[in-house]
């Protein structure tokens, strides 16, 4: 078995700091072990969690990495200085059983790209550039192909040439036939000086300049191999320009700008696949991302043999494919790509296609695949941050068809869907009846927009029906086009209607993130941002009536969810609402119920206030109003409230909406309703939430972080006891107690402020491990078994469960099967009695 030692350095200040402080805490625990160490100054220090590899093939190699303390920059600086210290470094290497020894990016460098450590050490040396420049190579052929170019029609930029590196990855590239701008210093050296290493033939493929900004202004591609660092600017790049970075300092210091279109790859990198061991395996090692220097140096070791292998400015062309050649028998590959560390999604490169013009791709540039144009579309345009959370969660899918409970992604994959448009798909996706109704609007001719200019029929009799069905006596409907409008509505209405000022709320509601709304509604991390909100509102807890009664004299509402939809399906206690609705009454205080997410059946009647006989004065419906297929809110109030506010021709148009009664989606309004009472969703909705919540209370009973199964009709959730707290401690206590010497000495020792710090950390990682794991049930029930669901906005530990109202037995069933395998998936959570043993282990039986 062959043993190689390692020479990586700092690649910068940051990270020569960690070395420096990784440094200062060996010191640290040596004292409080009591370990005596020579005296005098360390230039280098081992890199822990390695110590051998077992690749793909079985073979295993010994091997110890060092990090000097000096960055790329101070070495090239000093070289003589540093090749010295190279030198001596290597020495020790060697002396303590290093038969093959590697060097990485400038501790070649300055010792002639490893011939004069070479021949100063005695040892085989390799300066691990051939496999770099093969992986630089490979990389940007992965690009080529994801991009849909030919070689011969897209020119390449190459920075570092004649460098070791940059003159390996121009031959390769010369031979596959691209043509290649050449960047580089030409002063005082002529063009015939700077190509005697190309063959003649090759000649015309190549330009020689000076900078990235003579380059062609088609030249989108670019290889950085110098040794200079911080020669390309991202910003100044053409958009679609893809680098892949090689360089040591690197050329490219910072990512580029969000919404940039300039992707920057980490270049001349490999990563082990899963067949390949670091270490004896009980412990997570480096195996992504490896330099290729340290993995040419582990591969040759891996092959047993030890000797000098790529060394000088000219490799070995022959050996530049075998050693990638070799790495790949290991299980050591070029892809897939990174960026500052991060994964590369093949989406993202193919994404960029559109900036390719010319016989370099095909004339068409325009994506044919939706998901792909669309994943673009969203991540540049709508939402950045939206588009990396979907990607990191397996969520980022399109969806091209929806036809009730189902929706359909491009390629034909079926997912049923839990989430319903957060309510908005009561009746399903493209009920029949609603489309019918639209359609025969359109082909009717009918007006939409005519509302002030004339009497809209549609919009007046959906008002007339609205008023019909609703608790109460709500004579009065203004039309809107959202939720948030609807309670902006509401709100207006009960302060200009009762002449006061004081709005009333309940702590974990949520009623909108319109300024209004956003002020009656009780979690701070909405209403944070945009601060300062409405004056004069008031938070209550949610079904504390005495609360409420302390502060409802001299309101002018309290508004109120009759379920906390968002704040995680949180039903008041029995009674609540109804004496709610009295202390209104006896105030003056106008009491607004906020249905959008509960009404039109979602809680097993048309209005949850059926529940309790609630009479209202203010109610707020939208979401699934048209069926989900036309945007339509509407605020419904008595009629002594509305006239008190906006009941003279003076005052008749305080409050108005360009788009709200809108005769179109009120055709879509009045085609919902008839389904509703026709279909008899809400007696439905009743019956089968019932069969749900009984059948997930008893799959989720065995499972210990399931903390509840709850809701009513089809309005539902479970919530999950996400509660790590004290693992930080437990596992900080557990590495303190077993690692050697009292370090817990060396703790008491840390500044109050680093301790609080640290604790505060604690506290935060361990919240986020509890979001999380509801997140993964998320995911798992969405990659697993096609059911979509999600998180409610308040609390990210309680997944929604909120399908259309025409859902099924069968469909309820199919969401609890898999409910209940993603739970045993996580079964290590699991009460003992639902233990079982993991692929059939058998099990012998003792006899006494």
Not at 330 to 347: D, I, K, N, Q
Not at 464 to 478: I, K, W
Request: aromatic letters at 6%; charged letters at 20%; a neutral charge.
């Amino acid at each position: 078995m062959t043993t190689f030692g390692f020479l990586a350095h700092p690649v910068s200040t940051g990270h020569r700091n960690q070395i420096r402080g990784l440094d200062l805490f060996t010191r640290l625990l040596d004292d409080h072990r009591g370990i005596k160490r020579p005296p005098g100054p360390r230039h280098s220090i081992p890199f822990p969690l390695f110590g051998s590899v077992t690749s793909a093939t079985g073979a295993r190699c010994e091997g110890e990495i060092r990090y000097l303390s000096y960055t790329a920059e101070q070495m090239l600086r000093r070289p003589t200085t540093a090749r010295a210290m190279v030198a001596a470094e290597a020495s020790a290497l060697r002396d303590r059983g290093a038969q093959l020894i590697g060097l990485g990016g400038a501790t070649s460098i300055v010792g002639d790209r490893g011939l004069w450590t070479a021949r100063t050490v005695g040892t085989p040396v390799t300066s691990g550039n051939s496999l770099t420049a093969y992986a630089t190579h490979q990389e940007l052929l992965h690009v080529v192909r994801l991009l849909d170019l030919s070689p011969e029609h897209t020119r390449v930029a190459v920075l570092g040439y004649p460098g070791s590196i940059g003159l390996a990855v121009t031959k390769l590239l010369l031979a596959d036939g691209f043509p290649l701008d050449l960047v580089c210093r030409q002063v005082n050296r002529s063009p015939d000086r700077l190509l005697r290493h190309l063959e003649p033939s090759a000649h015309q493929q190549v330009r020689l300049v000076d900078s990235v900004d003579q380059c062609t202004a088609d030249t989108r591609l670019f290889v950085c191999a110098s040794s200079v660092g911080g020669l390309v600017h991202p910003e100044r790049l053409a958009p679609g320009s893809i680098v892949i970075d090689v360089a040591l300092p690197r050329d490219v210091t910072a990512p580029p700008p969000e919404g940039h279109d300039v992707l920057i790859v980490d270049g001349g990198l490999v990563s082990a696949g899963d067949d390949v061991t670091v270490g004896d395996g009980s412990l997570p090692g480096p195996t992504r991302q490896l330099n290729g220097c340290l993995a040419e140096t582990m591969v040759l070791a891996l092959e047993g043999r030890a000797e000098s292998f790529s060394l000088g400015r000219e490799l070995n062309i022959g050996h530049v494919h075998a050693i990638g050649e070799l790495a790949a028998r290991h299980g050591f590959f070029p892809t897939p790509l990174a960026s500052f560390g991060r994964p590369v999604r093949e989406e993202a490169i193919a994404r960029l296609a559109r900036y390719f013009r010319g016989p370099g791709r095909p004339a068409d540039t325009g994506t044919k695949d939706i998901a792909a144009a669309t994943e673009r579309r969203f991540r540049e345009r709508v939402n950045p941050p939206m588009a990396r959370l979907f990607g990191a969660h397996g969520m980022d899918r399109v969806f091209t068809r929806g036809r009730g409970c189902t929706l359909t992604t491009a390629d034909g994959a079926e997912y049923l869907d839990f989430v319903a448009g957060y309510g908005c798909l009561n009746l399903g996706h493209n009920h029949p009846r609603v489309t019918e109704r639209l359609r025969q609007f359109l082909d009717h001719g009918s007006p939409t927009f005519i509302q002030y200019v004339s009497m809209p029929a549609q919009a007046a009799e959906l008002a007339e029906r609205l008023s019909e069905v609703s608790p109460g006596r709500l004579e009065r409907v203004f039309f809107s086009n959202s939720g948030t409008e609807a309670v902006e509505a509401a709100l207006k209405v009960a302060r200009a209607g009762t002449g006061r000022t004081r709005l009333v709320h309940a702590d974990n509601s949520y009623h909108g993130k319109t300024l209004g709304a956003l002020s009656v509604t009780g979690r701070l991390r909405h209403r944070k941002p945009f601060g300062p909100l409405l004056p004069d509102t008031v938070a209550v807890p949610y079904g504390d009536i005495e609360a409420l009664r302390a502060v409802i004299d001299g309101a002018a509402a309290f508004i109120v969810e009759p379920v906390q939809g968002e704040g995680g399906v949180v039903l008041p206690p029995p009674g609540y609402l109804k004496e709610a609705r009295e202390l209104c009454r006896r105030a003056g205080a106008a009491f607004i119920l906020d249905e959008i997410q509960t009404g039109l059946g979602r809680t097993g009647a048309l209005f949850a206030a059926e529940h309790d006989q609630l009479d209202p004065d203010v109610l707020c419906i939208a979401k699934s109003l048209s069926g989900g297929l036309v945007p339509i809110a509407a605020t419904l109030c008595r009629s002594e409230l509305w006239d008190e506010a906006y009941g003279s021709s003076e005052r008749a148009m305080l409050h108005s909406s360009t788009f709200g009664g809108g005769n179109f989606a009120a055709a879509a309004g009045l085609a919902t309703l008839d389904v509703l009472a026709e279909e008899k969703l809400p007696q439905h909705a009743r019956t089968v939430g019932e069969h749900l919540r009984r059948s997930l209370s008893e799959a989720c009973a065995p499972y210990g972080f399931v903390k509840e199964v709850r809701g009513i009709g089809l309005m539902n959730a479970i919530e999950f006891d996400g509660d790590f707290s004290g693992a930080v401690r437990s596992a900080t206590d557990e590495l303190l107690t077993r690692l050697p010497g009292d370090l817990r000495a060396l703790t008491d020792t840390l500044p109050d402020e680093l301790r609080t710090a640290l604790s505060r950390a604690g506290t935060a990682l361990e919240t986020t491990i509890g979001d999380l794991m509801s997140l993964r049930f998320v995911s798992a029930l969405a990659r697993d078994h096609n059911i979509l669901t999600f998180v409610t906005a308040n609390h990210n530990r309680v997944m929604r469960i909120q399908p259309p109202l025409i859902l099924d037995t069968a469909e309820a069933d199919r969401f609890v099967a898999g409910v209940a395998a993603v739970c045993h998936d996580l079964a290590l959570h699991a009460d003992l009695d639902v233990w079982r043993p993991a692929h059939n282990t058998p099990q012998r039986s003792i006899t006494p």
